[in-house]
Nanobody
Framework: QLHVVESGGGLVQPGGSLRLSCAAS????????MGWFRQAPGKTREGVSE????????YYADSVKGRFTISRDNAENTVYLQMNSLKPEDTGVYYC?????????????????WGQGTQVTVSS
């Protein structure tokens, strides 16, 4: 069965760091775009970062550029999101998703597999 599972969320103080992991099962990461999305309470889900596993091309939302880094380990079939300098507005449920397409740009309809999400709370 094909699926992705997120881990690594938690409570962190403003300015702190977290690393999220997304483990893929049932398919090979190399041929997929992997994305991180988030949904804050009362808001619609938004794209955070994407990586095209075949060539490592990345894409970030303006709100996280310079603070978040997406990476992948094709051998481990896992994608990571390193989040530094966290702000309260980064709070939300973070979802990992996988899709077999090429162009990046947070097109949710292109993603086929979604995880259950992991909660990130940035608060003092």
């Amino acid at each position: 069965q094909l699926h992705v599972v997120e881990s690594g969320g938690g409570l962190v103080q403003p300015g702190g760091s977290l690393r999220l992991s997304c483990a893929a099962s049932g398919f090979t990461l190399n041929y997929y775009v992997m994305g991180w999305f988030r949904q804050a309470p009362g808001k619609t889900r938004e794209g955070v970062s994407e990586i095209r596993s075949s060539d490592g091309t990345t894409y970030y939302a303006d709100s996280v550029k310079g603070r978040f880094t997406i990476s992948r380990d094709n051998a481990e079939n896992t994608v990571y999101l390193q989040m530094n300098s966290l702000k309260p507005e980064d709070t939300g449920v973070y979802y990992c998703a996988a899709g077999n397409f090429y162009g990046l740009g947070f097109r949710e309809d292109q993603y086929k597999y979604w995880g259950q999400g992991t909660q990130v709370t940035v608060s003092s």
